[in-house]
Nanobody, 116 residues
Framework: QVQLVESGGGLVQPGGSLKLSCAAS????????MGWDRQAPGKQRELVAK???????NYKDSVKGRFTISRDNAKNTVHLQMNSLKPEDTAVYYC??????????WGQGTQVTVSS
């Protein structure tokens, strides 16, 4: 089973940028669709971005043009570049691996806080 570890979160000012990383082990991520979810306290977890095994990307409407998901299968990593961050982006961000509609694994999450 694939294990995922997120990193790169932190505190950033509105309008700033962060790059999240997801390191996978145990399996080659090339066989999976990969993505990022986020969850704020007391709120439902929501999909932020996903990238299929073939490289097709999809984004939550509110992050389109600001966030970019990418994958490096050779390094077994996935990234989420987040630009023009807004306070409403504050959440714990989770990397996931999936096959079809079934999520196989999530990481432990990394906190992103956007505040002045």
């Amino acid at each position: 089973q694939v294990q995922l570890v997120e990193s790169g979160g932190g505190l950033v000012q509105p309008g700033g940028s962060l790059k999240l990383s997801c390191a996978a082990s145990g399996r080659n991520i090339s066989i999976y669709d990969m993505g990022w979810d986020r969850q704020a306290p007391g709120k439902q977890r929501e999909l932020v971005a996903k990238i299929t095994s073939g490289g097709t990307t999809n984004y939550k409407d509110s992050v389109k043009g600001r966030f970019t998901i990418s994958r490096d299968n050779a390094k077994n990593t996935v990234h989420l570049q987040m630009n023009s961050l807004k306070p409403e982006d504050t959440a714990v961000y989770y990397c996931y691996a999936a096959r079809a509609v079934f999520v196989i694994s999530w990481g432990q999450g990394t906190q992103v806080t956007v505040s002045s």
